[in-house]
């Protein structure tokens, strides 16, 4: 935003900005319409003063996890043992891969993690999931492929109790929202491991792909419909995508985003900080 | 969303009509209406001003204004200047060459191996001998998840578990190919990111050495914004000559379909719709045209 004073041209470009982000039409105009109303209150507003209030604006859309720092986002409510999370999300965003480094996290915080192959339908999702154990070095319950999900998640959950283990990390099965048998049987996962430990799954964490456009929302609307979602974790935003339906989501459902995803390494998993989210969302790469 | 636009565009014209305002400039205001949906479509932003563009030159040129109903013959309008944007007519795959190489590319996730495994079924349902490629070298059981597709299709999978290198598996695969009478080779490829150059190179170079007859870019149909970009990097450094879209079978209009086409000029030659190795279709501009407005 290379003027001095906040004009038609101005509110133009931010447009810009901010539709190409994937924000969104509605997100975009709400942000805007902000912005415009600021504009008529202070009328001496010049553009490094914008570019404060818009950075505010935005993030003042994000729910934040409230454990921001990296320190203390991998420590675990004591009274919840094990800790179970959930993951789930349409086919390849990137939940398994999210798995592996997540459970390299807690355990590089020294929790002792347990992992559960519920994915038992694509094609090698089982095999997938064992080497990230393997390359992570934590255990993983898997009834191989074809087996009934919910059982797996079931036998996991009470594997991991014997164990005395801290997390608990159930892999899913991609599925597009659209899917109501395979909706369903989300919800039946949950349930299953409930019998067992009555409030698990204490996080149900929904995948989203960075790059994924307006979409995302209902996806977000229809496994919250399922499962009530209670965390998000963006992937692949090591890409040019930035990931921008996230802010509408998290606006509209108040639900926090937790991880976001840079890379297929190990360790290619950050804590989300939302200045610092915001901020990329202003920089072109 | 298509009753939700042409209602729009009605309700629009009408107001104008009321008011005896019916100008050039109000076709612009009701433009706006269809910019918007095609946004809201995941269709580029720069894409779609141009797009609406066409499309106001197009109305005026039709007598938008005095029609019966406006907002309809706008919408038809539209849909057909989507269509055509599209391509029009379908394009098939090009598979000249003994063996005739089908070299798959594009982002993680995006649907590359489950595709690979869906042509070479219906190749192999055609008559034609095919193998599979297992060329993605990185990602964890990648080797495992195309040798159970090649199962399940009764294709043979050519991979080389300890060799870390694609372009030596990919030569190879070819050479077995020539020696078992595989008239069809498909090589799958892990998924890499546009800016990731060590990557981009890898399948740079893989295209320079096996001289593909068709490469294919395979998008995920949910993609946002970025799909102009990353199309137009892995143009710019494979030019290939079709795009797969994927995943149609949710809900996403597919407003990428759009960009792509607009930015690179490359044909759409399938559409995956589903997880079984039959989901696997030709591409229809009209369909699709139809689906990004939601009709
Ligand atoms: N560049 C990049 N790639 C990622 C990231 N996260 C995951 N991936 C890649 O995305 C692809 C899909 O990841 P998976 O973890 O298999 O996705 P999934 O959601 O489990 O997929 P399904 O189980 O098939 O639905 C793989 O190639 C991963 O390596 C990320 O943050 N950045
Ligand atoms: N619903 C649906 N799922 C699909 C479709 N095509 C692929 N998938 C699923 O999407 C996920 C990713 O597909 P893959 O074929 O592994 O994608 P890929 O591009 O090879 O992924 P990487 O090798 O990790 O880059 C898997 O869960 C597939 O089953 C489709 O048309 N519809
Ligand atoms: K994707
Ligand atoms: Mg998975
Ligand atoms: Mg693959």
């Known amino acids: ?285 | 969303m298509f009753d939700n636009l042409s209602y729009k565009l009605d309700r629009a014209f009408k107001t104008l009509k009321g008011t005896g305002k019916i100008t050039e400039i109000n076709v612009a205001s009701t433009v706006k209406e269809i910019r918007r949906a095609l946004i809201d479509a995941d269709v580029n932003y720069k894409v779609a001003k141009e797009v609406t563009d066409t499309i106001k030159q197009e109305a005026l040129g039709r007598d938008v204004l005095i029609a019966v109903s406006p907002g309809q013959l706008l919408v038809k309008i539209t849909q057909e200047e989507l269509t055509k944007l599209m391509g029009g007519k379908k394009e098939d795959i090009n598979l000249q060459g003994d063996p005739a190489v089908v070299l798959i590319s594009g982002l993680q996730g995006s649907g590359k191996t489950t595709f690979s495994g869906k042509l070479a079924g219906q190749l192999k349902k055609q008559g034609r001998q095919v193998l599979l490629v297992a060329c993605d070298i990185y990602r964890p059981a990648a080797i495992d998840q195309l040798k159970v597709l090649g199962e399940q299709i009764g294709v043979e999978v050519y991979a080389e578990p300890e060799n870390k290198n694609a372009l030596e598996i990919a030569s190879r695969a070819i050479a077995h190919a020539k020696k078992t009478g595989k008239k069809t080779v498909i090589v799958d490829t892990a998924g890499r990111l546009a800016v990731d150059e060590q990557m981009m190179q890898e399948i740079e170079a893989l295209k320079k050495a096996l001289n593909p007859s068709e490469t294919l870019f395979v998008v995920d149909s949910m993609t946002g914004q970025d799909a102009v970009n990353t199309a137009k990097t892995f143009d710019e450094r494979l030019d290939f000559d079709g795009v797969v879209l994927t995943k149609l079978d949710g809900d996403t209009r597919g407003g990428a379909a759009i960009s792509i086409r607009h930015v690179v000029n490359k044909p759409i030659k399938f559409i995956s719709t589903g997880e079984k190795m039959e989901n696997i279709d030709a591409f229809h501009p009209d369909r699709m045209a139809q689906r990004i407005l939601g009709m």
């Open chain 1, 1 to 285: 935003v290379g003027k001095s004073t906040v004009d038609e041209e101005v509110l133009d470009e931010l447009e810009e900005i901010l539709i190409t982000a994937d924000v969104g039409v509605d997100t975009t105009l709400k942000v805007i319409k902000r912005i415009e109303e600021r504009v008529a209150r202070d009328k001496y507003l010049n553009t490094s003063e914008l570019d404060v209030i818009l950075r505010e604006e935005i993030a003042g859309l994000l729910e934040e996890n409230r454990s921001v720092d990296q320190e203390t986002a991998f420590t675990l409510p004591e009274d919840k043992k094990p800790y179970v999370i959930m993951v789930v999300g349409v086919n390849g965003v990137g939940k398994t891969t999210t798995i592996g480094k997540l459970a390299h996290q807690f355990k590089a915080a020294g929790k002792s993690v347990v992992l559960g192959a519920a994915d038992t339908f694509r094609a090698a999702a089982v095999d997938q999931l064992i080497l990230w154990a393997e390359r992570v070095d934590v255990p993983v319950i898997s009834h191989g492929m074809h087996a009934d999900p919910a059982s797996v998640a079931f036998d996991t959950v009470k594997k991991a109790v014997d164990m005395h283990a801290d997390v608990v990390i159930v892999d899913t099965a991609g599925r597009l929202h659209t899917k109501v048998n395979l909706m369903n049987e989300l919800s039946k996962i949950k349930r299953v491991m409930q019998k067992f430990i009555p409030d698990a799954p204490h996080d149900v964490m929904l995948v989203l792909d960075g790059s994924t456009g307006q979409n995302a929302f209902v996806q977000a609307k229809e496994f919250t419909k399922a499962t009530e979602i209670t965390s998000l974790a963006i992937t692949k935003l090591d890409g040019t995508a930035k990931g921008g339906v996230v802010i509408g989501i998290s606006d509209q459902f108040k639900i926090p985003v937790k991880y976001i995803g840079v890379g297929e390494k190990v360790s290619d998993l950050q804590v989300f900080n939302r200045k610092a989210f915001v901020e990329a969302l202003f920089q072109k790469k």
